[in-house]
């Protein structure tokens, strides 16, 4: 069965700091990878997205995230971390055959101190 | 703008109780999910449906029923409320391809 991981269940930086979210998947081939935010309260918006191709993928919001086959990796990036930026993180993947169904991290809490 | 519209952002009802979760997207979409959202636990499928009248179990079904009756609604429902399905729950749909989820605002649902 596929999972995802997400390590950090908590990380803490300053604003204006770099930011990079780990997730690592297990599945037999090559998911489809996503990043979703969550602010508190909400439903979740996508923020990118990698089906195949450049392994660089640029998201909404300043965000990106670089797709690492060989360490079966997707993880999120930001240069410059905003206070609006804190937030709950969570990476899917969706299998490219059959079901469809979206499978989630359990999510990583980011906060952003002044 | 596409939606994923939850009936109510806020509940509370009683232990027994039935109790119906409402969801409806505006975008055609084929597949449509219901999950809960548990502190520490991320997100899990409580049910799925691909079409009309068709559903599969998630996860965690146990304590839960669906129904699909038309494309656009996806409706969650809880046979007697007990207060460990106090929970935060969303639903979510996408097109058949395998496409991105969209979500709703999710229901925050108090038993007590």
């Known amino acids: 069965a596929q999972s995802v991981t997400q390590p950090d269940i908590h990380i803490t930086v300053s604003e204006g700091a770099s930011l990079e979210l780990r997730c690592n998947y297990s599945?037999?081939?090559?998911?489809?990878l996503f990043w979703y935010v969550q602010s508190p309260g909400q439903g979740l918006q996508l923020l990118l997205k990698y089906f195949s191709g450049d392994t660089l993928v640029q998201g909404i919001k300043g965000f990106e995230a670089e797709f690492k086959r060989s360490q079966s990796s997707f993880n999120l990036r930001k240069p410059s971390v905003h206070w609006s930026d804190a937030a709950e993180y969570f990476c899917a993947v969706v299998p490219s055959r059959g079901s469809y169904i979206p499978t989630f991290g359990r999510g990583t809490s980011l906060i952003v101190h002044p | 703008d596409v939606k994923v519209t939850q009936s109510s952002r806020y509940l509370v009802k009683r232990t027994g109780e039935k109790v119906f979760l409402e969801c409806v997207q505006d975008m055609d979409h084929e597949n449509m999910f219901w999950y809960r959202q548990d502190p520490g636990l991320g997100l899990r499928l409580i049910y799925f449906?691909?079409?009309?009248?068709?559903?599969e179990k998630g996860d965690i079904p146990e304590g839960y029923s669906v129904s699909r009756e038309k494309k656009e609604r996806f409706s969650l429902i809880l046979e007697s409320a007990s207060t460990n399905q106090t929970s935060m729950y969303l639903c979510?749909?996408?097109?058949?391809?395998?496409?991105?989820?969209?979500f709703g605002q999710g229901t925050r649902l108090t038993v007590v």
């Open positions: 449906s691909y079409d009309v009248k068709m559903k």
């Open positions: 979510a749909s996408s097109y058949q391809g395998g496409t991105e989820a969209f």
């Open positions: 599945y037999g081939a090559t998911p489809y």
